[in-house]
């Protein structure tokens, strides 16, 4: 079984600053994959950036990176550059094996956050 | 191209009673995943269908099921509704065999189901 733990429920930053959102995870498989989801308010869930286990180099994607601690199994995101358009539900989520071949997500419970003008 | 759809938006009920939700794909994508989103939670994975046959089903009870169709559309169906079922139900679709550990999932909009 795999959980996945967000411990801010709510942040904010101010508009062009950065902000960094923390995720801790636990799993026994060795082959899994971690995301970071955006929901913004009209709830369509985006691929924010995706991080491969076995990878050592922390995933980047514009103005989003990750720091990847597989040893303490901590998975954080950071903002650069906050935009008023980065307001929404944060969720880390990880993916690991269900049974029959297939992949599950499992979901933290999310961080709010706001970018004040 | 268009992203994944669902129907419909929105849905009232009452406890008892029955629903259906649907859900269609990316074009060219096979695997299907529901998940239940409680309000203030996330998202909570309740089915897996590739290729028209279950392949992974999370802890929820025998009242939910689903289908997958040839066109690799699903529908997810919720009997003897709860209270408790009040919830946002997302479908999620990715191309790859069974949903690999790698392979990305595309969310829809969701359904907002409210049980009376």
């Known amino acids: 079984a795999q959980t996945v733990t967000q411990s801010q429920p709510e942040m904010s930053v101010q508009e062009a600053e950065t902000v960094t959102l923390s995720c801790t995870y636990d799993t026994s498989e060795n082959n899994y994959y971690l995301f970071w989801y955006k929901q913004p308010p009209s709830r369509q869930m985006i691929l924010v950036i995706r991080?491969?286990?076995?990878?050592?180099q922390n995933a980047t994607e514009n103005r989003f990176s990750v720091n990847f601690q597989k040893a303490a199994k901590s998975f954080s995101l950071k903002i650069s550059d906050s935009q008023l358009g980065d307001t929404a539900m944060y969720f880390c989520?990880?993916?690991?094996?269900?049974?029959?071949?297939?992949?599950?997500?499992?979901f933290g419970k999310g961080t709010k956050l706001s970018v004040i003008p | 191209d268009a992203g994944v759809t669902q129907s419909p938006t929105h849905l009232i009920k009452t406890r008892g009673q029955q629903v259906t939700l649907r859900c269609s794909p990316i074009?060219?994508?096979?695997?299907v995943s529901w998940y239940q989103q409680v309000l203030g939670q996330g998202p909570q994975f309740i089915f897996q269908?590739?290729?028209?046959?279950?392949?992974g089903r999370g802890n929820f009870p025998d009242r939910f099921s689903a289908r997958q169709f040839p066109n690799y559309s699903s529908e997810l169906n919720v009997n003897a509704l709860l209270l408790g079922d009040s919830a946002l139900y997302l479908c999620?679709?990715?191309?790859?065999?069974?949903?690999?550990?790698?392979?990305?999932?595309?969310f829809g909009p969701g359904t907002r189901l409210l049980v009376l």
């Open positions: 991080q491969e286990a076995y990878k050592q």
């Open positions: 269908y590739y290729e028209k046959e279950e392949r």
């Open positions: 074009s060219g994508h096979k695997s």
């Open positions: 989520a990880s993916k690991g094996y269900s049974g029959a071949g297939s992949y599950q997500l499992t």
């Open positions: 999620a679709s990715s191309s790859g065999l069974a949903g690999g550990p790698g392979e990305t999932q595309y």
